[in-house]
């Protein structure tokens, strides 16, 4: 039959009997599909004959969709209350009440009996509350009216340069190279090709007949070690080629490796 799906071990059934799949899809053949590794797609099981005994999953899988964020300009997913992460931060910090304390305009704090965190301490310490003192903040004022925050970019605070200007969606755009369709990491390559890109344009040891990549001072990581320990010099335990990194006593001196290995004390001097 055109449009017919092959047959799948239907998990209902003690006997598992092979039977074509019903317009329903429950846990249990969900979880028989994760388990198994069983090609099952869209809203659909294994039953035509009979209704399927198993409880019909909550969610319908053939329409599920990304959300966005509902705030103007933003393409971030969705985290909360249609809101990404950020704006959604924005919106709960609009909405904590100020502190009850008169002349106090810091919002209230979690479980603080409505004061703001500075006057709970003052409340738990058991001490007449008194007005804070003033923090002293450091630039320009928010360049909107009635916000005290510092400005931090643009002359305007965190919260304010959210929703001024909305971030953009670094995961929306692709690979550049060619024939690739995952999301750019940076400089406009995803993760894998961003990485030979690096590799390709770092520069290789001064040492001769050294191609490794540049780690300091214009050498690899092996050579650069090795200059090290040439300047510090070596590790006193006999057989050990490291450079000198800690000093464990005032008259023999050991690498870290070599003391985290084993537990090497220099003998005392006899008495």
């Not at 009216?145 to 305007?156: H, I, N, T, V, Y």
């Not at 340069?161 to 995952?182: H, I, N, Q, W």
């Not at 010099?233 to 985290?260: F, P, Q």
């Amino acid at each position: 039959m055109p449009g017919q799906q092959d047959p799948v071990t239907c998990v209902a059934d003690a006997a598992h009997e092979v039977r074509q799949r019903c317009a329903r899809f429950s846990h249990g053949h969900l979880l028989d599909h994760l388990v198994h590794g069983r090609n099952v797609h869209s809203s659909q099981n294994v039953h035509t004959d009979y209704s399927c005994p198993l409880p019909a999953s909550p969610i319908d899988w053939s329409t599920m969709t990304i959300s966005y964020c509902t705030h103007d300009g933003c393409k971030r997913r969705v985290a909360r209350e249609s809101l990404c992460e950020r704006h959604w931060k924005v919106r709960a910090r609009q909405r904590t009440p100020k502190c009850t304390f008169e002349q106090c305009e810091n919002h209230a704090a979690l479980h603080s009996n409505g004061l703001c965190s500075g006057h709970e301490q003052q409340r738990r310490r058991g001490v007449k509350l008194q007005p804070l003192r003033q923090r002293l903040r450091r630039g320009t004022p928010c360049a909107v009216e009635d916000c005290s925050s510092a400005a931090r970019a643009r002359g305007l605070c965190g919260e304010h340069f959210v929703e001024t200007y909305p971030l953009p969606d670094s995961a929306t755009v692709d690979c550049v190279r060619e024939g690739c369709s995952k999301p750019s990491k940076a400089r406009g390559l995803c993760a894998g090709h961003h990485t030979e890109y690096s590799r390709a344009i770092a520069a290789e040891c001064s040492v001769d007949n050294c191609a490794a990549p540049v780690c300091a001072r214009s050498r690899c990581n092996q050579h650069y070690k090795e200059d090290l320990a040439r300047e510090r010099g070596l590790c006193s335990i006999a057989g050990c080629s490291n450079g000198i990194h800690r000093v464990k006593s005032t008259e023999v001196v050991y690498d870290v490796r070599c003391v985290m290995l084993r537990v090497v004390r220099p003998s005392r001097p006899a008495s």
